[in-house]
């Protein structure tokens, strides 16, 4: 393999990320409901009975069965199986959710009805029916939501419903964080030619909002910069994670030893830098690891700005393809202010979102080993390489990541 590489365009990165991952997505694995949060369906999520599988009072009331008054013969709750109504003249007490009685013609609700002094009732019952029939929501055997839908807290609802326990989801990736460099302090401030790491606690967590798990162990560093650490390191990572991803020595400077680690372990680019600013110097390759399968190593840039948009660049899309969903389409926004273009360079520009998610303000501390910017921002504006972006302009937004689940 070569270090060499003209830089990929931004858009094709992300598209080349995406169909690695998807290209080797685990098999389905079926698991309980209480912890499929955050999964991906494998499978289509299919009805397994009719919504609801019987007719359903939707209020508290009488079903009633001939014209009034009506002569209450039982009562019937959530719960419980509903005897017929066969007589006219007769209606049962029945509570919000319970079955309605074959024979019943109409709900009453409480609120509009009276009683006379022998106990009969009388009332008129709405236009519209006051219950839910069977196959309102759905029919047996109806795909509710197709293969490749995130699991969140109401699709946990839906699949509980037709009467799940288990469901078959992608197996969640499994990720890890290098950081290389020398000059990086792990606790206190930075002073006297050194600099604080802020990748371990940054990438990690964004790691899991785009669905993969980070183990406490899977965090390790500052790895000595030698090459023989970065190889050692690189090793047990393969061990222990589907993606690791590393933090600098992305550049061919004397103490940047990700490529020649690469070349040692026989691995093979995916994609060899991508042509964004911010964050230029990236890479996604592929790495044989002890058992005979292929790992998947991110190398971010050292500065922190640039690492979130590689991270974005080549990571997302990567977890979204092992996890089996589509890559999202990114939206829309109007800008408020002119972002200026990188040449033949995509530029990813730092802006946060008015109230309503549909205008984008630039904001400012921007510079690539700056997190001060990031720490206010909704996301990232794209300007196409050649152009520039004025105030009002149409421009795709890319947001930064939620909690798995969540939608932007």
Sequence with gaps: ??????????????????????????????????????????EPLVALTDLPAFPTSSIDGWAVRGAAPWRPTGRVLAGGAAAPLTADGTCVEIATGAMVPEGAEALIRVEESTRDPEGRVSGTPRPQPEWRMPGDEARRGEVLLPAGTPVDPAVLGMAATCGYDRIPVRPQPRAALLVFGDELLTSGPPGVGRVRDSLSPLVPAWLRRYGATVSPGAVRGPVQDTLEAHVAAIREALMIADVICTTGGTMNGPVDHLHPALAELGAEYVINTVAVRPGFPMLLAKVPSPDGRYRFLAGLPGNP??????????????????????????????????????????????????????????????????????????????????????????????PLPLYPGERP
């Design 305 to 398: 700005q640039s690492a979130v948009i590689a991270l974005i660049t080549l990571v997302a899309p990567l977890l979204a393809g092992l996890h089996g969903r589509e890559l999202p389409p990114l939206r829309k926004v109007e800008l408020t202010a002119p972002v200026p273009g990188r040449g033949g360079f995509t530029h990813l520009a730092l802006a946060a979102l008015d109230q309503d998610g549909r205008r984008a303000t630039p904001v400012g501390h921007v510079g690539s080993a700056m997190l001060r910017g990031l720490a206010t921002a909704d996301g990232f504006v794209v300007v196409r390489p050649d152009t520039e972006a004025a105030a009002g302009d149409l421009v795709p937004f890319h």
């Design 1 to 42: 393999m070569s270090a060499d590489s003209i830089p990929v365009d931004w858009d094709k990165a992300r598209t080349f990320g995406y169909e690695a991952g998807r290209a080797v997505a685990g098999p389905a694995e079926d698991v309980p409901l209480a912890v499929a949060d955050g999964r991906t369906l494998a």
